[in-house]
T-cell receptor, first 114, second 115 residues
Framework: NAGVTQTPKFRVLKTGQSMTLLCAQD?????MYWYRQDPGMGLRLIHYSVGEGTTAKGEVPDGYNVSRLKKQNFLLGLESAAPSQTSVYFC?????????????FGPGTRLLVL | AQSVAQPEDQVNVAEGNPLTVKCTYS??????LFWYVQYPNRGLQFLLKYITGDNLVKGSYGFEAEFNKSQTSFHLKKPSALVSDSALYFCAVRDSGAGSYQLTFGKGTKLSVIP
């Protein structure tokens, strides 16, 4: 049981390049989330999904797109990277029942945009 | 709108002493409250949560937190700090009445336990 995994662990991009971050979970969770973590800012929600085929915007969605084609996977895309997107990105997942509302986090992806 | 504040960027405590990490929140409905811990170069790990019921919540690694509705607080506590408790701690809140699945995190408090 691997929990939540993220690929890649680290990436360097040039401004304007595109990339996709992959999140996978093997806990059969309905909900999945993408956050970014910046120094002194805590975690901010980018996009989230409450089920396969559904996505919704979070607090800071601009410049990002997401897809949830399979229940276990949640992809985060950057179409044209900008230096402001330099950050650590975390994926998380959780059950839908409020009593089980604990988010399980992946190890993170460090992204540097030059 | 929901929000959470962690008024201290850093808390220093001597090993063996009690520790408190403060958190206050603002929601329009009833709050769901959480504490997470992050060790260096790792993802966040769940510590404890308050959904409903007893105001004193016990969690992992000997941590506990008390929900205080009148003061809109959810402070994290531990009776005797360990050096291994040194980490970044995040408080988070969700408004149960907002129809939203989004958690709002505080900016984090760095806890340093001094040997």
């Amino acid at each position: 049981n691997a929990g939540v995994t993220q690929t890649p662990k680290f990436r360097v991009l040039k401004t304007g390049q595109s990339m996709t971050l992959l999140c996978a979970q093997d806990m059969n969770h309905e909900y999945m989330y993408w956050y970014r973590q910046d120094p002194g800012m805590g975690l901010r929600l980018i996009h989230y999904s409450v089920g396969e085929g559904t996505t919704a915007k979070g607090e800071v969605p601009d410049g990002y797109n997401v897809s949830r084609l399979k229940k276990q996977n949640f992809l985060l895309g950057l179409e044209s990277a900008a230096p402001s997107q330099t950050s650590v990105y975390f994926c998380a997942s959780s059950y839908e029942r409020v009593e089980e509302e604990t988010q399980y986090f992946g190890p993170g992806t460090r992204l540097l945009v030059l | 709108a929901q929000s959470v504040a962690q008024p201290e960027d850093q808390v220093n405590v001597a090993e063996g002493n009690p520790l408190t990490v403060k958190c206050t929140y603002s929601v329009s409905g009833n709050p769901y409250l959480f504490w997470y811990v992050q060790y260096p170069n790792r993802g966040l790990q769940f510590l404890l949560k308050y959904i409903t019921g007893d105001n004193l919540v016990k969690g992992s690694y000997g941590f506990e937190a008390e929900f205080n509705k009148s003061q809109t607080s959810f402070h994290l506590k531990k009776p005797s700090a360990l050096v291994s408790d040194s980490a970044l701690y995040f408080c988070a809140v969700r408004d149960s009445g907002a129809g939203s699945y989004q958690l709002t995190f505080g900016k984090g408090t760095k806890l340093s336990v001094i040997p």
